[in-house]
Nanobody, 128 residues
Framework: QVQLVESGGGLVQAGGSLRLSCAASGRTFSSYIMGWFRQAAGQEREFVATVSLSGGSTYYADSVKGRFTISRDNAKNTVYLQMNSLKPEDTAVYYC?????????????????????WGQGTQVTVAS
């Protein structure tokens, strides 16, 4: 089992940057596919980005491609989401998640239902 704690959210002006971190407990962090999701007020949770076990494979939602970068540091049990060129529509609660079902070292997961563990979320607000 793994526990996830997000940090790094806050209020930023449009065009600005934030880096979210998600710290995981336990010694098996490198065995999980990691992902970031977000949920805006009144909307369903949506996929943002995912990274494979070693960090070699990543995948992004079209809405953030070219602006956001997901990465992980297995030595620090941490996954990051670097968010640049932020837009008001990026405003949401951001969640990190861990998927224990891994088919290969390059596997990634884009579906929320496949993730086993979730953090409590961190609020990101982008002012226009």
């Amino acid at each position: 089992q793994v526990q996830l704690v997000e940090s790094g959210g806050g209020l930023v002006q449009a065009g600005g940057s934030l880096r979210l971190s998600c710290a995981a407990s336990g010694r098996t962090f490198s065995s999980y596919i990691m992902g970031w999701f977000r949920q805006a007020a009144g909307q369903e949770r949506e996929f943002v980005a995912t990274v494979s076990l070693s960090g070699g494979s990543t995948y992004y939602a079209d809405s953030v491609k070219g602006r956001f970068t997901i990465s992980r540091d297995n030595a620090k049990n941490t996954v990051y989401l670097q968010m640049n060129s932020l837009k008001p529509e990026d405003t949401a609660v951001y969640y990190c998640a861990a998927d224990a079902t891994v088919y290969s070292r390059s596997s990634v997961s884009t579906s929320a239902y496949k993730y086993d563990y979730w953090g409590q979320g961190t609020q990101v607000t982008v002012a226009s």
